[in-house]
């Protein structure tokens, strides 16, 4: 029972990864490419943060080129010569981000298009195989965009803590000066009280020596 659970947990899963990697088209240097598609619930920033993050692990040098498409709000993201995972031959991976409505600010789509050359990209017709390790790429992409994100989440909130337990430090640093400050006025107020006394007896000893001046008076 507890293996019928864990596989129909995997299928579920599974079905899931791919319900959210599909087959589309994107235009690229001015002409409709197939791509492969993959719809996230992240943001823009850290889908793209995730896929240069993998990307370097693959041992991929990309860059940023807006001069590819014409949308504020999207990106592409260029790899020449990459190494995609399986294949027999280095390609070129374009990426493009883009946000998904106007409403859902943290859900993004990305776009995939495999290059083989100057204006020769690959399809599922022409390259089945290429096709398919890009569509394995993007499919394995997904938890590690999920893992990029806990990990920004974790960096964050590491930050927060720092900040918290930075104003956590100097409020205790205001509370000890605080405390001298009161013990400095406690002992003040002491010493005047001191003083008051010392200053009464004086003023009631010089009070009677001006009483016994002006007893000695004649009348």
């Not at 994107?26 to 993050?53: C, F, H, N, P, W």
């Not at 890009?134 to 900040?163: C, G, H, R, S």
Request: positive net charge.
């Amino acid at each position: 029972m507890k293996r019928i659970f864990t596989l129909l947990t995997f299928l579920l899963v599974t079905l899931s990864v791919f319900s959210q990697v599909q087959m589309g088209q994107i235009d690229l240097q001015k002409k409709s490419r197939q791509a492969v598609v993959l719809y996230t619930q992240y943001s823009q920033e850290i889908v793209e943060g995730a896929i240069k993050e993998k990307m370097d692990q693959l041992g991929n040098k990309g860059k940023e080129n807006k001069s590819l498409i014409s949308l504020s709000k999207s990106n592409f993201y260029e790899f020449k010569g990459a190494r995609l995972p399986n294949a027999h031959r280095d390609v070129d991976l374009y990426f493009k981000t883009e946000r998904r409505g106007g409403k859902n600010k943290n859900e993004s789509a990305v776009y995939l298009v495999v290059g083989k050359g100057p204006d020769d990209f690959a399809t599922t017709t022409t390259d089945p195989d290429l096709m398919d390790k890009a569509k394995e790429l993007m499919e394995k992409l997904l938890p590690y965009i999920e893992a990029y994100k806990l990990e920004q989440d974790i960096k964050a909130q590491e930050e927060l803590v720092k900040k918290v337990n930075l104003k956590m430090t100097d409020l205790s640093k205001d509370s000890t000066d605080l405390q001298k400050k009161v013990l400095a006025l406690q002992e003040k107020q002491t010493q005047n009280s001191t003083d008051q006394s010392t200053q009464r007896t004086e003023l009631e000893k010089q009070m009677q020596i001006l009483e016994a001046l002006k007893g000695r008076r004649k009348n």
